[in-house]
């Protein structure tokens, strides 16, 4: 299996750790990746504010160079990925504006690359072979698969799976042998990218989420997505501070959860760069 | 946002809106009957970052409101998130509405109403024409400058540096340009019209 990997700006930045946990878990399971080269910024939430060809015509760049090489694409942000997608679903429903795209890329794109989240790809290796390559398994960790809200809406864009109650990231943690607990807020938005406009409805919105997990029994969350992991985990501090609440939950991809049961070290992982603890729910693992 | 509004200067004046609002959303606001299912279930507005609710947003689009829809602090706050597309009865991607009213109200340069949103769509949109990608610390430095973003976070940042999580420098690309490139063939193309 080989994909075309877009990795996004974050990955690159602030959430090197996501990378390297993506990287680590294809390569057990048989995932090539290719990094298409010279990616630029997908242009969320920005662009698509400021105009509608222009929001279309930034990420369809990226995708120009996965098509000639006939790969599907892989993007793990959540943003990204529906960028991408819909720069798919204009190209190959709307002719006027597929024109349109071309000629602003000075390009000629089809859409007949798919773009994978990161959740199907790596679950289109199979839940057996993922069960397989567990060495230290989750003995029952209680786990709250946390998806947000762009993997699955709007559900005729983006349709990963199932508007209001997924279960793809679920299924995963049962194979790694976790709990997966049942739980009201997976697909609530955290406030996305409103932290840098409205910090504070942003901590709100979090808030919310961090509180239907812990009610729910989770001991730790796991996330598909930058703005969820950065919204949950690095202001869980500030979420505490302002709402005079005592949220001690580890946050991580659930990529890295995964790889570190496939053998890989929390430093491997980048786990050091999480802001919460996650050692105490770590040290259950094995 | 004035409470006494004159319908039928509204509609006079502005009775195209709602056609023009569907040619920049492709979605049709005249389906709209009013539920409120859209503002029940938006998390935004839940939260109370709203100045008005969605479902009231869509009547006032329908009403030819124009002016006081493009003045709000909703549409710059909607994350796109698309709870209430996905739960709409009427089948209406009311993200994609406020999407479209959000450029609208861009292109009419109504920038001081939401300034936090403004500020950072155009510190962040800078920032990827110039690099090509996002240049993180460079954001978030300009972000701080006009609307002091960093400020309500310092304490967060001896962590963030000390973790690596803010690179100094910007990501290497080859070619850089590429965002800008994209720019400029649009407003090209929007000259050619
Ligand atoms: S959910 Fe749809 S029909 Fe109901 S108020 Fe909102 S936009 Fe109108
Ligand atoms: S898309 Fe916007 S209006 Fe709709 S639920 Fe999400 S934040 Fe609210």
Not at chain 2, 152 to 158: E, F, K, N, W, Y
Request: proline share 4%; with cysteine; glycine share 6%.
């Amino acid at each position: 299996m080989k994909y075309a990997y877009y990795p996004g700006c974050s990955l690159h930045a602030t959430q090197k750790a996501y990378d390297m946990s993506v990287k680590a878990v294809c390569k057990t399971l048989g995932i090539e990746l290719w990094e298409i080269p010279d990616w630029v910024c997908c242009g969320a939430s920005s662009a698509h504010s400021l105009g509608h060809l222009l929001g279309l015509a930034i990420p369809a760049k990226t995708l120009v160079s996965a098509e000639k090489e006939g790969l599907d694409v892989v993007a793990p942000c959540a943003a990204c990925w529906q960028r991408l997608v819909w720069v798919n679903h204009e190209v190959t429903t709307n002719p006027d504006m597929r024109d349109k795209i071309n000629k602003a890329i000075g390009a000629e794109l089809k859409g007949t690359s798919k773009v994978l989240s990161i959740m199907e790809a790596v679950n289109s290796a199979g839940i057996d072979k993922i069960s397989q390559a567990v060495k230290k398994p989750l003995k029952g960790l209680k786990v709250a698969s946390y998806y947000g809200c762009y993997y699955v809406k709007p559900p005729k864009i983006a349709h990963v799976d199932d508007p209001e109650s997924p279960h793809l990231i679920d299924d995963m943690m049962v194979a790694l042998g976790a709990e997966a607990i049942d739980w009201p807020y997976k697909t609530e938005c955290c406030g996305a990218s409103l932290g840098f406009i409205d910090f504070d409805t942003t901590l709100m919105m979090s808030k919310k989420v961090l509180d239907f997990a812990v009610k729910s029994g989770a001991e730790l969350i796991v996330t598909a997505c930058p703005l969820c992991q950065m919204n949950l985990d690095m202001y869980q501090s500030k979420i505490n501070k302002k709402f005079g609440t005592k949220y001690n939950i580890p946050v991580c991809y659930f990529t890295q959860l995964m790889a570190y049961t496939m053998g890989y070290s929390a430093n491997e992982l980048g786990m050091g760069k999480n802001y919460t603890a996650y050692e105490s729910a770590f040290s259950k693992i094995g | 946002m004035s409470t006494c509004v004159n319908l039928s200067q509204a509609q006079t004046d502005h009775g195209d809106f709602i056609e023009r609002v569907r040619k920049m959303s492709d979605q049709d606001v005249r389906k709209c009957y009013q539920c409120g299912k859209c503002s029940a279930g938006c998390p935004v507005h839940n939260c109370n970052g709203m100045d008005v609710s969605p479902n009231r947003i869509m009547r006032m689009v329908q009403l030819g409101m124009e002016e006081e829809v493009l003045k709000t602090k909703t549409i710059w706050v909607c994350v796109v998130c698309s709870t209430c597309t996905a739960r709409c009865p009427r089948d209406i991607d009311i993200g994609r509405v406020m999407d479209g009213l959000r450029i609208m109200a861009y292109k009419k340069n109504y920038l001081q109403y939401a300034k936090n949103a403004t500020d950072f769509h155009q510190t962040f949109f800078n920032n990827i024409a110039t690099f090509g990608r996002a240049y993180e610390m460079a954001f978030a430095i300009g972000l701080t400058l006009k609307t002091g973003y960093m400020f309500g976070i310092l304490d967060l940042a001896p962590a963030t540096l000390l973790k690596g999580n803010l690179p100094f420098f910007p990501s290497k690309l080859k070619n850089s340009r590429q965002i800008k490139e994209i720019v400029e063939n649009i407003k090209r193309m929007e000259g050619e019209k």
